[in-house]
């Protein structure tokens, strides 16, 4: 059984997952590590995100698209049949009920909105298993924008029903042929292709990374499930606020969103990391992609290729704000992996009737193992987001089954 | 004599005196650990006249640069190449009279730290530094290291860099301005860009520091037109292009020799001697600022710990 004094106990309200501080920082975190043709660029995006972001105007019409396209409010589920099994009280942020079927969709209304405010025409993506790669071609499709989405040749070939899905929307879907082939590459070629289009095209960065103001951006963005799921929780247990709040880290986005709802309670917040792409338990200091955080790094310093089970996870590094809440004790991460992630989707499917993503699977994971150990008391309460479904993961899941 | 060339390293000084003489810099870059005699290279390039060596630390995810760069890198680190050991060659390297510039992204220098990253890039006999992801307001935790340490940080600048910031990296780059000639990534290009026009002119109206231009310049027809409005020129896919092809330090001190005959003033006149001597002033210039590189375990400071 883990220690569980570790926990610090919570901040009280005092700006954490607030605005950046000068320079785009989390604590040491973060920054605007762009190649000088990009930094104005970068400029522009945070001077049209602050305008925007206290514009009433903006912030309504996409509230509006967030109800009406993308079906906000999700429900939250309680999850009663694993939550008896388990002896705590689980409760699921439904982000997979979603259009597109994934909290991305959030995010990129966001950008793709703010984009047609900037008088861009056309939306730059990367994607790994290609959730942000179809929510940015819907997106773009949506406002009538292009889309070019930058996949690894490898994740093309592993997930060729969502290549087709952004091609039928009308995206482009460019095939990178760099390095390991998968995310971190696609993330490198789209930042090349942004700097010869600034003027025309707006980098829809998938999550909370990337230059100032992306790591910002993207979790105000993202916001929108841990303010939904706190009021929902606050309908829902006696106590108000759950004990425990547990999403999974990629990047961060999803982690990044419900957390921000939290952050001000005094729930203990969760990131569950793939063992195989763990940047805030495993990373160290670096810069990567525009930011500076925590990346998986060889002895020289070259960054190294994750790997997980699931593509969404398959990042190595982790957002900034992130390595910061690490740092703060705020937040705690840990580490599941690929076995316990397909254990644990297979549970959700079997007794409540959801196919989680693999990504979120991770989450689950956590909440079953720290039920079993003890980690998690008896009668906890526990908020889950569930970040997306499984339907991109049966051929992976058939395969292994 | 300005203040300006007062507080210039060595780097610098050497480029102005170059660029004193009304021959244009060139500046060719080589990727190092391309090949297991890579060194050599420099030779070639020293041979050809270069007035300046940029050598790249190869970086897994190098977020600049078109296909040549990053496949000279993939293709240096399949084959073992690191900080450590690119610099450790560069040790044992007899002075070549030119400037040794290294270039590298952010997570490299990051990785020991940019004081113990300086002092070792110093003790390689490296005096300039560039760093494309470092941009001008993110450079003060390398930049007050790499004065200490002797190595001379070179900003970056770009068409779209507007006017306050321009200053500021005019202000503060040493040993030249890096102009990037145009919105895009390293690679060669048919024409050199309209920007780079615009651009070297707005950065001459703010510094007399040497400017060169670089990104897309691969021919001597480039090279010339490019020191129309610069100082002179970076080459480093057009390089490493024909070294991936296979093209020994042989090839590239001819390829070399004919953008060094577009950039000098009068090319017709120019022989190989004057070549040499200029070299030989330029050594002087140089060894009296330049440490020389210690044989004992050179770069054990980036071992790691």
Redesign the interface.
């Known amino acids: 059984m883990r220690d569980v004094t570790l926990w610090r106990e919570p901040v009280p309200p005092d700006g954490t997952m607030g605005e950046p501080l000068a ?1 785009g920082r989390f604590g040491e975190y973060g ?7 990009l ?3 970068c400029h522009e995006v945070e001077a049209a995100f602050r305008e925007a972001w206290t514009d009433p105007g903006f912030r309504g019409a996409l509230a509006r698209l967030l109800a009406v396209h993308a079906g906000r409010p999700t429900p939250l589920t309680p999850a009663d049949r694993l939550s008896e099994a388990l002896g705590v009280r689980l409760l699921l942020k439904r982000e997979d009920l979603t259009h597109t079927g994934s909290h991305k969709i959030n995010n990129v209304l966001g950008q793709a909105l703010l984009a047609v405010r900037m008088g861009r025409r056309r939306l730059i993506a990367e994607t790994g298993a290609g959730q942000h790669g179809v929510a940015t071609a819907t997106a773009a499709a949506l406002l009538g924008l292009g889309a070019t989405v930058f996949m690894g040749e490898r994740d093309i070939e592993r997930q060729a029903l969502n290549v087709f899905r952004m091609r039928m929307l009308g995206a482009e879907v460019v095939p990178v042929t ?2 390991s082939r998968t995310l ?2 696609a993330t ?1 070629e789209a ?2 292709h942004w ?2 289009a ?1 003027g025309e095209a707006h980098y829809c960065v998938g999550s909370v990374v990337g230059p100032d103001p992306y790591p910002w951006m993207v979790r105000e963005f993202q916001r929108v499930i841990g303010e939904e799921a706190r009021a929902q929780c606050a309908a829902e247990l006696r106590t108000g606020v759950p004990d425990h709040v547990v999403a999974c880290v990629g990047g961060g986005s999803n982690a990044a969103g419900t957390f921000a709802g939290f952050a001000d309670t005094p729930a203990r917040l969760v990131g569950v990391e793939a063992e195989g792409g763990a940047g805030a338990s495993r990373g160290r ?6 930011c ?1 955080s925590l ?1 998986l ?1 060889d ?5 190294v290729e994750a790997h997980s089970i699931s593509a969404g996870l398959d990042y190595p590094g982790v957002g900034p704000e992130h390595a910061h809440l690490r740092d703060l004790g705020r937040a705690r991460y840990v580490t599941v992996t690929d076995e316990e992630a397909v254990e644990a989707a297979v549970r959700l499917a079997r007794t409540e009737g959801i196919v989680p993503a693999l990504e979120s699977a991770h989450a689950l994971a956590w909440v079953i193992r720290a039920a079993g150990d003890g980690e998690l008391p008896s009668g906890s309460t526990v908020l889950m987001t569930l970040s997306g479904r499984g339907d991109k993961d049966v051929s992976t899941l058939k395969e292994l089954l | 004599m300005t203040n300006s060339t007062l507080a210039a390293g060595a780097v610098e000084r050497h480029l102005r005196a170059r660029r004193d003489t009304g021959n244009g810099l060139l500046m060719p870059y080589v990727t190092g650990g391309i090949t297991s005699g890579w060194t050599d290279y420099l030779r070639a390039f020293a041979d050809a006249g270069a007035d300046a060596i940029e050598v790249g630390l190869p970086f897994s995810d190098p977020t600049l640069d078109g296909v040549t760069i990053q496949r000279a890198g993939d293709t240096a680190l399949a084959r073992g190449a690191s900080t450590r050991r690119i610099l450790a060659d560069l040790s044992g390297l007899p002075d070549l009279g030119v400037p040794l510039v290294v270039s590298t992204y952010y997570n490299l220098v990051l990785h020991d730290g940019p004081e113990t990253f300086c002092a070792a890039l110093r003790e390689a006999g490296a005096g300039g530094l560039i760093v494309p992801d470092l941009p001008v307001h993110e450079a003060d935790e390398l930049t007050d290291v790499a004065a200490e340490a002797g190595i001379e940080p070179v900003l970056l600048a770009s068409p779209a860099t507007p006017r306050p910031r321009l200053a500021e990296i005019a202000r503060r780059s040493r040993g030249f301005v890096y102009a990037v000639s145009l919105m895009g990534t390293t690679g060669e290009r048919t024409a050199l860009a309209a920007s780079a026009a615009e651009l070297t002119g707005r950065i001459r109206r703010l510094t007399d520091r040497p400017v060169l231009l670089g990104f897309g310049i691969s021919t001597p027809d480039q090279a010339r037109e490019a020191h129309r409005h610069a100082d002179g020129v970076v080459v480093g896919a057009a390089v490493m292009r024909r070294v991936l092809d296979g093209a020994g330090p042989d090839d590239l001190r001819v390829f070399l020799t004919t953008l060094r005959q577009a950039l000098d003033p009068r090319p017709s006149t120019r022989s190989v001697t004057d070549h040499d001597e200029s070299r030989r002033r330029a050594r002087g210039e140089i060894s009296r600022h330049r440490r020389r590189p210690r044989r004992e375990d050179p770069v054990g400071t980036l071992r790691p710990r």
Do not use: C, N, W
């Open positions: 320079r920054g605007r590590y762009a190649p000088e043709s930094v104005e660029a760099a390095g971190k590459d490198s930042m090349r700097v010869g600034t200091l670096g810069v990567l992609h525009g500076r990346f790094q002895d020289d310093g070259q960054i």
